[in-house]
């Protein structure tokens, strides 16, 4: 069977994926990447150059399936909130990669930098706000909102009783309801 060094890659992205989301960075090996993805070291080093592009590879890859998964829409921040809430929910070992991401690195990458920018300019033209870096200050609060739920202690989500489902769903609603209310307070205060 003739070598395909696109498998091998994806096979080494996934891989990387489960080790970098169970233990970060610094507590990942490539030995074990490697035998996970059934490639040997080298191949990681010739396609990534070393563990930490590989990380920024993965987190890269990741975030844009989410963004796939999950388009943006400045016009309707609440429903963006909502289906991030959802997509995070879906998949904790990205909200533990991303948040090792935080821990272990103190600042974004350029690309990071500029998805970010780019929805924070259709966000302020959408509510009409003052400046990029409102615009910038509201998404990323809308983003920790969206997270709050997987970010909550099991105990904390217990609180009242409820079914878990139940549960997880008034707290998407408040989550919902929370950024609706962001963007009334401050839509059209740039006029």
């Keep these: 069977?003739?070598?395909?060094?696109?498998?091998?890659?994806?096979?080494?992205?996934?891989?990387?994926?489960?080790?970098?989301?169970?233990?970060?960075?610094?507590?990942?090996?490539?030995?074990?990447?490697?035998?996970?993805?059934?490639?040997?070291?080298?191949?990681?080093?010739?396609?990534?150059?070393?563990?930490?592009?590989?990380?920024?590879?993965?987190?890269?890859?990741r975030l844009k399936v989410l963004a796939d998964t999950v388009p943006y829409t400045?016009?309707?921040?609440?429903?963006?909130?909502?289906?991030?809430?959802?997509?995070?929910s879906a998949t904790p070992d990205l909200l533990r990669l991303t948040?090792?991401?935080?821990?272990?690195?103190?600042?974004?990458?350029?690309?990071?930098?500029e998805s970010h920018l780019e929805k924070a300019v259709a966000l302020r033209t959408a509510l009409n706000l003052p400046d990029?870096?409102?615009?910038?200050?509201?998404?990323?609060?809308v983003v920790a909102i969206s997270m709050t739920w997987s970010t909550m202690a099991p105990g904390l989500r217990a609180v009242g009783g409820e079914d878990p489902e139940q549960r997880k769903a008034a707290h998407r609603a408040m989550a919902v309801a929370a950024v609706a209310a962001i963007c009334e307070s401050v839509a059209g205060k740039g006029q």
Excluded: C, H
Aim: hydrophobic letters at 45%.
């Design 99 to 113: 948040r090792w991401r935080g821990l272990e690195r103190d600042d974004a990458t350029p690309g990071e930098i």
């Design 1 to 61: 069977m003739p070598y395909d060094s696109a498998a091998t890659r994806a096979r080494l992205l996934d891989a990387a994926y489960q080790e970098f989301s169970k233990w970060g960075l610094a507590g990942a090996r490539v030995d074990r990447i490697a035998a996970a993805a059934s490639a040997n070291k080298q191949a990681i080093y010739a396609y990534f150059g070393s563990k930490e592009n590989l990380f920024d590879a993965v987190l890269g890859d």
């Design 132 to 141: 990029d870096r409102t615009a910038i200050d509201i998404l990323e609060i």
């Design 74 to 88: 400045p016009d309707d921040l609440p429903g963006y909130a909502g289906a991030l809430f959802d997509a995070l």
